[in-house]
């Protein structure tokens, strides 16, 4: 049933006992409901249009789903699902990558991560707002450099997310108001946070020891007035060759 869990390629999303992830069945993914305690799969929803589906995720309500899928094209776009209609929207419909979508707090507008933007002609990710009522998409969180793996903390105050603005894949948060502190500082780095219920603490992944572990760290109480971030070095190569010398000739073969 489960031929493929994408473990490296997409995340997964909890509300209310049950779990929400991505599959692939036969020539397709599909998306699955289980329930924590019964261990069983509770729902099942499939598409002949859409061949992978990544990232699902809950509205606050549990009652809707937002997650990245493409078709046949492999162009990858974000996709609403209203669970008690069995409604599937589609929001975007382009040539850019859109993936790790969220809800927003109120659930009126989705977070997302895309190479869309002045900054994605070169190959950035950088974080968008779809607003779910003028279906206008507009730049949230913007920069040369990756951000990706969005998520909220229980009050909607604070966003924590992965970024390579310091030159490695460290975990950040956002609070509301647009101050931004950096959370960790890992070598081989930091990826998919989400907070705990209560707010406090949140857990993540990072590359230790041969292998991908999950690990849990309390985030800070105190409210950072401005992101400090390390100076970078500027590196000058150690060997460069020579100019030629001599005089510039011009002519024409026949």
């Known amino acids: 049933r489960f031929e493929s869990l994408h ?10 006992g ?46 809707r789903i937002v997650f990245s899928g493409s078709m046949k094209d492999g162009l990858y776009n974000l996709y609403h699902l209203d669970l008690a209609s069995d409604r599937l929207d589609r929001l975007t419909d382009d040539w850019y990558f859109d993936t790790d979508p ?12 895309s190479d869309r933007g002045e900054h994605g002609y070169k190959g950035w ?15 949230f969180l913007t920069g040369a450099h990756n951000i990706r793996g969005p998520a909220y ?34 070598a081989t780095g930091a990826f998919d946070p989400r907070y705990m219920p ?5 857990v993540f992944t990072a590359y230790q020891n041969s292998g991908f572990q999950i690990y849990q760290t309390t985030i ?16 000058a190569p150690s060997w460069a060759p020579e100019m030629a010398s001599g005089e510039l000739m011009k002519g024409a073969v026949k």
Do not use: C
């Not at 969220?102 to 991560?113: E, L, R, W, Y």
């Open 7 to 16: 473990l490296l390629g997409s995340s997964l999303d909890v509300h209310d």
């Open 18 to 63: 049950k779990v929400i992830f991505s599959s692939q069945r036969h020539e397709r993914d599909a998306l699955y409901e289980l329930d924590i305690e019964s261990k069983q799969i509770v729902g099942e929803h499939r598409w002949d249009s859409i061949y992978n589906i990544s990232s699902p995720h809950y509205s606050n309500d549990g009652q």
């Open 102 to 113: 969220v809800f927003t707090h109120d659930g009126d507008a989705i977070i997302f991560s």
């Open 125 to 139: 990710m950088n974080l968008f707002r779809y607003d779910l009522k003028t279906n206008r998409i507009s730049p």
């Open 153 to 186: 903390s229980p009050d909607g105050e604070w966003m924590v997310y992965t970024s390579d603005e310091a030159g490695i894949l460290d975990i950040y948060r956002r609070h509301a108001d647009g101050r931004r502190q950096k959370l960790t500082n890992i």
């Open 198 to 202: 209560d707010g406090k603490s949140m």
């Open 220 to 235: 800070p109480d105190s409210l950072p007035t401005e992101l400090l971030v390390a100076e970078t070095e500027t590196w």
